[in-house]
């Protein structure tokens, strides 16, 4: 150790400001800093350093913590999506396979880092999927009949060119939509219904990132999948049926891809 | 609900912060935080004693360098987004700058720095997150003290000479 008139090490500055300094050096510190004005700044500034961090991001512990970070959702979606790597990189394949070489589709693995978008809008557009689907007489605001008032319409409340796709060919009817509140402002809400009766909606939002991977999420009986194109997220929500589900959401992707190639 | 999960879930609003810090952006945060959670809960049984809090903080830690380097790899995607809303909310006027300023840090001396003031880890903790002796934790943590007070003190001329 050094003895009380040597110069302090640095460390011994960091170690005073951060309480790691033993107690029979405190004294010495504090002594020594008081002859030097000018390491007792720096050693002030690290503190405000320090006070700032704090100020700046104390308070985020103190917020209610989402419920998907909870121990039992967590676990408990974690055993339920077991299979959903594999289907999230079955079916980034299929659509990276469809489109060829089209430009702005980039089907990039599960383990990639995900789009910060992908829990807050499933989360979203599952639950209006689970609160609408179940509506027998009131199940959208404008109807499937209203197809090209409805696009102009959610177009121009979205700031965005959507696109309404038509699923006939795959035995799903449009059976209208709706506005709804999403975290990016207003977001657009398609259901369609096939012979059985069997649901699926389409969720489209404004999203930061420009485009993501194709995801896939299962929640209790309803599954979703995810993806961002020209900075407007899609979801769409059905049974979950993944093969089902696959297959309409290809056929979305595909109608989509079709009316922004007409459009350029 | 065992010990070993209430553990982790009394950990949780600590995690968040520090991924907040660390990330600077809400949503990357808190998917960092769930991957974190995902690979405890997996590894519970992989567990035998030591202190739970510093054992997450280490995986959190490493997921997200795994994160900076494959989004280095492809730095096409913008994930990080600066400009989160509440972010820009914030009332205190510094708040931006130590922000701005943490982002001009090296990786592991942020991890360092954070987990020193924000999180009040010891050195020695610190040192078994990184995996480095304490010595390379404070020289991080000087180097990182430097660079901070560099750029708050005008050393940003790229964002200053634009008018």
């Known amino acids: 150790m050094i003895d009380r008139d040597s110069p302090l090490s640095e460390d011994e500055l960091h170690a005073y400001v951060d309480g790691e300094l033993p107690a029979d050096r405190q004294e010495a510190v504090i002594a020594w800093l008081a002859a030097h004005p000018e390491q007792a700044a720096l050693v002030d500034a690290w503190r405000a350093q320090a006070d700032a961090i704090r100020v700046r991001y104390g308070a985020v512990a103190d917020e209610p913590v989402p419920e998907r970070l909870k121990v039992d959702q967590v676990m408990w979606r974690d055993r339920a999506n077991g299979r959903s790597y594999a289907a999230m990189a079955a079916a980034a394949a299929i659509v990276a396979f469809i489109l060829g070489g089209a430009v702005g589709w980039i089907a990039h693995s599960a383990s990639a880092a995900s789009p910060s978008g992908f829990d807050m809008f499933t989360a979203e557009a599952l639950d209006a999927y689970k609160l609408y689907v179940v509506e027998v007489r009131h199940p959208v605001e404008v109807p499937g009949s209203e197809r090209v008032h409805m696009t102009q319409w959610l177009s121009k409340r979205l700031g965005a060119e959507l696109r309404i796709p038509d699923l006939q060919s795959i035995g799903l009817k449009l059976v209208g939509g709706r506005l709804l509140p999403g975290p990016t402002g207003a977001a657009a809400f398609y259901m369609y219904e096939g012979p059985s009766g069997e649901r699926f909606t389409i969720y489209c939002a404004n999203a930061t990132a420009t485009e993501s991977a194709l995801r896939y999420r299962s929640m209790d009986s309803a599954a979703a999948f995810y993806w961002v194109n020209d900075k407007v997220a899609y979801v769409v929500s059905g049974p979950a049926d993944r093969d089902r589900l696959e297959t309409v959401t290809k056929t979305v992707y595909e109608q989509l891809d079709k009316s922004a190639t007409r459009k350029s | ?163």
Do not use: C
């Open chain 2, 1 to 163: 609900m065992s010990t070993f999960r209430q553990n982790v879930e009394a950990t949780i609003p600590a995690l968040r912060r520090y991924a907040r810090a660390l990330t600077r952006n809400s949503d990357i945060a808190d998917d960092l935080v769930q991957d974190t959670l995902v690979r405890a809960l997996r590894s519970e049984h992989l567990f035998h004693g030591g202190d739970i809090r510093s054992w997450l903080y280490t995986i959190l830690t490493n997921l997200n360098r795994n994160r900076l380097r494959s989004l280095a790899r492809r730095p096409v995607l913008s994930l990080i987004e600066d400009n989160d809303a509440p972010d820009l909310a914030g009332p205190e006027a510094g708040g931006r700058d130590i922000e701005r300023a943490l982002a001009t840090l090296a990786e592991d001396q942020r991890n360092a720095l954070l987990l020193v003031v924000l999180e009040g880890l010891t050195y020695r903790e610190v040192a078994e997150v990184q995996g480095v002796p304490i010595g390379t934790v404070m020289s991080r943590l000087a180097r990182a003290r430097v660079q901070i007070k560099n750029y708050l003190d005008g050393g940003r001329p790229t964002l200053r000479r634009v008018k």
